[in-house]
């Protein structure tokens, strides 16, 4: 009797296990099917086809190169926001800098202190926020999006949240942010044709 409930309940786990696991499934292929569907002449929808070897975090590539429009310094975006922008194209081919990407510096926005930052890859999952004011009033959850002053980025794209904040500069304040968009759990993405 204790063996068959055991049992049971193991079934019973797994079967909760596996309507959770297509549950998240079936949002995330809503939201591919969202991005496939709403390519347009603003945005280049594409797949995800590889990422840098040894170092996911760094660069996707991408299935549209420059036979599809795409050129270096495009915004891409994914589900929840900001990823980062095409560095180079071959003709069916594109490659992505990640926000994750010790490359990667991009001017950012926080609305509810209503200043500039500057956000830069460090090559983890958190890329740092510079506040160039040691007096900046930055808390944990602040809302970080690109910024409208921004030379490379269309304005007002969402970007994630302030993770952590590090007080221990003397002229900067410094910040781990949380990006809204998981470049390692993207497949399908948007090439921004929008000009700055």
């Not at 929840?80 to 001017?107: A, I």
Request: hydrophobic share 40%.
């Amino acid at each position: 009797q204790f063996q068959k409930e055991v049992i049971l309940e193991s079934i019973e786990q797994e079967s909760l296990v596996k309507l959770n696991l297509l549950k998240k499934d079936n949002k995330r292929l809503r939201e591919i099917l969202y991005l496939r569907e709403s390519s347009n002449k603003d945005a280049i929808s594409a797949a995800v086809i590889s990422r840098k070897t040894g170092s996911w975090w760094r660069q996707i590539i991408l299935n549209k190169g420059s036979k599809d429009g795409v050129e270096i310094g495009s915004t891409v975006v994914g589900p929840g926001g900001l990823l980062g922008r095409v560095n180079s194209t071959s003709l069916f081919t594109s490659s992505v800098t990640l926000l994750t990407s010790p490359e990667s510096k991009v001017g950012v926005w926080l609305d509810r202190i209503q200043m500039n930052g500057l956000l830069v890859g460090v090559g983890d999952d958190y890329p740092s926020l510079i506040l160039f004011s040691k007096n900046t009033d930055i808390k944990v959850g602040d809302f970080v999006s690109s910024s409208p002053a921004s030379t490379l980025l269309p304005p007002n794209i969402p970007i994630g949240i302030v993770h952590s904040v590090d007080e221990q500069f003397k002229s900067t304040k410094t910040a781990k942010i949380s990006l809204l968009a998981k470049p390692h759990a993207i497949d399908w993405v948007q090439i921004l044709k929008e000009k700055i």
